[in-house]
Nanobody, 118 residues
Framework: QVQLVESGGGLVQAGGSLRLSCAASGRTFSYYFMGWYRQAPGKQRELVASIISEDSTNYADSVKGRFTISRDNAKNTVYLQMNSLKPEDTATYYC????????????WGQGTQVTVSS
């Protein structure tokens, strides 16, 4: 059974940093896309960043230059380093995984709350 467990969320002041982690179990995801989504109250879920390898990453325009996604395949874990946080980054952050052939993300974590105070 595949499980994705996020950690690292919390409350931080604007300008601060947080590092989210997502540990996967039940399958090895070395050749899968791993991504981070977020959803703020009243808004649609949006893709924040995704990674297939260290030299193949994508970011939403709103986080480029501030967030960095990385992965450790040996630990089956994906990370999201979030710097220069803004109040508008406040959301529940979800880890997700999809295969190379899939259009949609197939596996999801339960989410971790990030709150940025002004």
């Amino acid at each position: 059974q595949v499980q994705l467990v996020e950690s690292g969320g919390g409350l931080v002041q604007a300008g601060g940093s947080l590092r989210l982690s997502c540990a996967a179990s039940g399958r090895t995801f070395s050749y899968y896309f791993m991504g981070w989504y977020r959803q703020a109250p009243g808004k649609q879920r949006e893709l924040v960043a995704s990674i297939i390898s260290e030299d193949s990453t994508n970011y939403a325009d709103s986080v480029k230059g501030r967030f960095t996604i990385s992965r450790d395949n040996a630990k089956n874990t994906v990370y999201l380093q979030m710097n220069s946080l803004k109040p508008e980054d406040t959301a529940t952050y979800y880890c997700a995984v999809r295969s190379l052939k899939s259009v949609n993300y197939q596996y999801w974590g339960q989410g971790t709350q990030v709150t940025v105070s002004s």
